[in-house]
């Protein structure tokens, strides 16, 4: 009896020993995983990527359980970390708000939050419905917070349908709707403007796109599914600007959809019921309105001399068919360093001009990228410089700022990427009451 117990004693102490073992390794894993987390915490921190700028999560660390579901639905990736068997965040500034992590935690511990206490964000007043203060102006898409593809197929398709309910078939304007901007919301809204057989008139300051159309060739846009009027779902998970951009071209091209290119609106004024809308082109009547356009609005420029030339561009379209160029990008963010590197090829000279002397609130990789470029030669780093004046085969900079200290670089061409200028005033002669939101949650599951 005695041999039996010891027997069965002896196995529970192994047991308990080998689970105590598989314990201590699991732990320490944990807390080594953590310690890594803590770490890039504060890296983010000092490359200032800490602090959200836009759209965000907010973790409920009361009812966080650590599953890490979130994190493995980001897409972006170093988003989201565990520390201390909670999820946080680690680089909220590079957050575009797609919301997967609200969708994939399991036990709804995440909110998606607009601003912080220190940094408020502007947002336009919109109802439930997409429409503002002003009756029959909408606003969908990035403007109104949400820069999500899949969100802003689905605002743009939504305000139209609530619209179509509110219209007035007897009216005296123009047209039904005037969409402002062909990006993502203002596709879909063009789309379904025409499925319901509405008078409709497209305008896009630019190119069918909107700033997807911007973004470097091999950047993904989408991580989910779409819903597009006069398509159908659009099933694809991971994909890039140019192939989303097919996919739009192809359905308005077999659907015969008009959308008016290079027609920048300038104004929007409600008379009595009707809207005039106001562009570089001539004068427009509707009955109602629906703004797509991108937080950013315009591209901000540098307000120097010679800044009209055509050899000024704010984009990069197909940066492998420049060759043999010398090149200026001006800028500290992504999007300059990324242009850059892109334009670092062949032939090309390229001189990479911002106003600082290091980056900062840029992703790690990118940061890497450019040291690496700059070391190799492959470009040539102007850090604390200022573009003074853009001539027609050169650019005069000076440095930190200055006016004394000048000199002059041969250039074919100059790319300006100073960010974008949010549409306040825009929205504000339109009539928009604009808040400032400080913290405010967006979307939760409550």
Known sequence: MDEVFL???????FALLLI??????????????SKKNVKKIEEAKNLGLFEPVSLHPFVNENICIGSGACIEACPEKDILAIVNGRATTVNASRCVGHGACFHACPVQAIALYIGTEKRGVDLPHVSQEFETNVPMLFIAGELGGMGLIKNAVEQGKQ???YLNKKLKKDHKA???VIVVGSGPAGISATLKSAEYGLKYKTLEQDTIGGTVYSFPRSKIVMTSPMDLPLLGKVKLVETNKDELITIWSDVISKNNIKIDENEKVESIVKEGEIFKVTTDKGD????????????????RKLGVLGENKKKVFYRLLEPEHID???ILVVGGGDSAIESAILLAHGSNTVHLSYRAEAFSRIKPKNLENINSYSQSGKLQLLLSTNVVEIKDESVVLNRGGNSEDLFEIENDLVYIFAGGELPVKFLEKAGVRITKKFGEAILSHK
């Open 174 to 176: 123009q047209f039904d």
């Open 20 to 33: 105590s073992i598989v314990l201590f390794f699991y732990l320490r894993g944990k807390s080594r995983t």
């Open 324 to 326: 043999n160029q010398k």
């Open 7 to 13: 027997e069965e004693t002896g196995g529970y102490i």
């Open 284 to 299: 427009y009547t509707s009955f109602s309105v629906i703004l797509a356009i991108g937080r950013r609005g315009s591209p």
């Open 159 to 161: 305000a139209v349908i």
